[in-house]
């Protein structure tokens, strides 16, 4: 049925038997190896940004070029970054195809919300999609002319395409490492990582 493991343990709990799969902290000294090789990878992503978000989109761990980008991300809340994100404000100038990712995140978001019956997804993606009543939806794309959907930055003139990989412990038995989701961000161009290597020279 592919659940996940949280809730695994939900319907367990609901059928009035123990949980089956632990929930650890991040700084728990069982987790540590494998946080270290999420923080590795993330120190040697640099001059990209790159960070581990939880199954909620709670920022866990950044890298410095996550930082340069979105400085103090990490201290917002899965709701806050939903409305920094999403309402009015400098993302919606930051990313030219900004309205295309933003409704894609909704889609995604419903649809995982709706697969595990989770009321905080639900709400994540209702919050976000109350920005958006004065966004119309894209055009679909043409499947064609891209393999990947890329977050396209705009910096003065310039824009800086991307794309995004997710690395994550697939079998993992503990739902904090199952949950735990690192998103590295590439250059998708020989411009873009000038872009991103200027920027780190920079600060």
Not at 65 to 80: D, H, I, K, N, V
Not at 101 to 129: C, F, K, P, S, T
Not at 173 to 200: G, M, R
Request: contains cysteine; charged residues 25%.
């Amino acid at each position: 049925m592919e659940i996940p493991v949280r809730h695994r343990n939900a319907l367990l709990e609901a059928a009035g038997l123990g949980r089956a799969y632990a929930e650890r902290d991040l700084g728990e000294q069982d987790l540590r190896p494998f946080v270290d090789a999420v923080e590795l990878v993330l120190r040697n992503h640099d001059p990209y940004p790159g960070c581990a978000m939880d199954g909620y989109g709670q920022v866990q761990r950044t890298n410095a070029g996550f930082e340069r980008l979105w400085p103090g991300a990490r201290s917002l809340t899965p709701e806050q970054s939903i409305d920094a994100f999403f309402g009015p404000g400098p993302a919606r100038h930051m990313l030219e195809n900004w309205a295309e990712l933003a409704w894609r995140y909704v889609d995604m978001r419903r649809q995982e919300a709706i697969r595990v019956g989770d009321a905080r997804l639900h709400a994540l993606a209702e919050r976000a999609e109350q920005h958006l009543t004065d966004v119309p939806r894209p055009r679909a794309p043409d499947l064609t002319a891209a393999p990947v959907v890329c977050p396209r930055f705009r910096v003065g003139d310039q824009v800086v395409r991307t794309f995004s990989t997710v690395m994550r412990f697939e079998h993992a038995n503990d739902v904090s490492l199952h949950e735990l989701k690192v998103e590295l961000i590439f250059p998708a161009e020989q411009s873009a990582a000038v872009f991103f290597e200027t920027l780190a020279q920079a600060h």
